[in-house]
């Protein structure tokens, strides 16, 4: 009888040694699932490619080639950016409107087209630092007697919606005034310029220099009118995505430092 009960207690601690051993078996099957998950979501994020939206219709900041390939200023210091800081990017044209709503939106990552860096924006985004100082000036036709924008009353004057260049003109006429002639794009309101539909164009000074630069036979000639403020350029990520905003700021910072943003700036507006 003792000895039975020796064999039955050995067959117990027997039973609980296999029961403990099979119970620690799934715990170390878990904890190789969240590593493995843990490395999933690490090279999901080093994969990620941004998407940056842009309105390819503003040269020289972006523009479209007639292969279809978008390319400027802005588009050359998203790519430096971009390599400067590891991260991938691929560039979309969805035209100014769009552009601004797909960021506000979540839809896009990065908005770059010249957009100036303003109060009532930094609402809706977060800015980079500015990477480019610019102005407004009036693009006239050449032997206008024309040299600051009062003289211009009485007159159309288009501009492209939703940008600075509207928010000058308003400033000036008044936003009642009704010769004020708002263009989804700029080259539809120089276009109207060629035309004579309207008298100026009131636009960033490289944008509008650059079209006096392409179109030569035109002969037009750009005005300056010192109530026109500085505006400094930035590019924007939606409110709150400070992970993304650190990044490019870093990569911003390293391709100024490094020499590259000059010599894409040198590229586009050397004299």
Request: charged share 25%; with cysteine; glycine share 10%.
């Amino acid at each position: 009888m003792a000895l039975l009960s020796i064999i039955l207690l050995f067959g117990v601690i027997g039973l609980i040694g296999c029961g403990t051993s099979t119970t620690s078996q799934p715990s170390e099957k878990t904890d190789q699932g969240q590593a493995a998950d843990q490395n999933a979501e690490q090279t999901t994020a080093e994969d990620k490619t941004y998407v940056v939206v842009t309105n390819a219709e503003f040269p020289p900041f972006e523009m479209t080639l007639p292969s279809g390939e978008i390319v400027g200023f802005d588009i050359d210091l998203m790519n430096a950016i971009a390599e400067a800081s590891g991260i991938k990017i691929k560039i979309q044209h969805t035209g100014w409107e769009a552009m601004l709503k797909a960021v506000e939106n979540g839809n896009a990552d990065i908005g770059a087209s010249g957009i100036t860096i303003r109060d009532d924006r930094k609402e809706m985004y977060d800015f980079t630092d500015p990477y480019f100082e610019a102005t407004q000036l009036i693009l006239l036709p050449e032997g206008s007697n024309i040299s600051s924008a009062k003289d211009l009353e009485g007159k159309n004057v288009g501009f492209q919606s939703g940008t600075t260049g509207e928010t000058a003109a308003q400033n000036i006429f008044g936003k009642d005034y009704k010769g004020l002639k708002g263009y989804a794009d700029l080259p539809t309101a120089v276009n109207d310029l060629f035309t004579g539909r309207i008298a100026a164009v009131i636009g960033d000074n490289a944008v509008v220099a650059e079209f006096v630069k392409q179109n030569p036979d035109k002969k037009l000639q750009l005005v300056k009118d010192e109530a026109f403020e500085k505006e400094y350029y930035g590019f924007i990520v939606k409110k709150g995505n400070q992970e993304l905003l650190s990044k490019l700021q870093d990569g911003l910072k390293k391709i100024k430092e490094n020499g590259t943003y000059q010599e894409i700036y040198n590229k586009y507006f050397a004299e």
